[in-house]
Nanobody
Framework: QVQPVESGGGLVQAGGSLRLSCAVS????????MGWFRQAPGKEREFVAT????????AYADSVKGRFTISRDNAKKTVYLQMNSLKPEDTAVYYC???????????????WGQGTQVTVSS
């Protein structure tokens, strides 16, 4: 069983930064593409970023491109999301997910964490 566990969320002022981490236990981490998604109250879960199993390929939602950076450390079995220039509209629960195919849709991921809250104040 693969279990992602997110950490690093919190409250930050607009313009600030946060780094989310997702530690993955279970089957070899390097087998999986990893993704970050987020869900704001009353909205559907939306794609944020994804990274291939080698780390050589990444993709981002237009809304975060240029501000967020996804990376991974296969030795530590951890994926990161560096979030800079945060905006109030970035407020959401952020979820980490593992899947065989890195893509922008939730159905591409088989294993999900419980989420970590990010709140950006104006």
């Amino acid at each position: 069983q693969v279990q992602p566990v997110e950490s690093g969320g919190g409250l930050v002022q607009a313009g600030g930064s946060l780094r989310l981490s997702c530690a993955v236990s279970g089957r070899p981490f390097s087998y999986y593409a990893m993704g970050w998604f987020r869900q704001a109250p009353g909205k559907e879960r939306e794609f944020v970023a994804t990274i291939s199993w080698t780390g050589g390929s990444t993709a981002y939602a237009d809304s975060v491109k240029g501000r967020f950076t996804i990376s991974r450390d296969n030795a530590k079995k951890t994926v990161y999301l560096q979030m800079n220039s945060l905006k109030p509209e970035d407020t959401a629960v952020y979820y980490c997910a593992a899947g065989s195919w890195g893509a922008a849709d939730t159905t591409s991921y088989d294993y999900w964490g419980q989420g970590t809250q990010v709140t950006v104040s104006s």
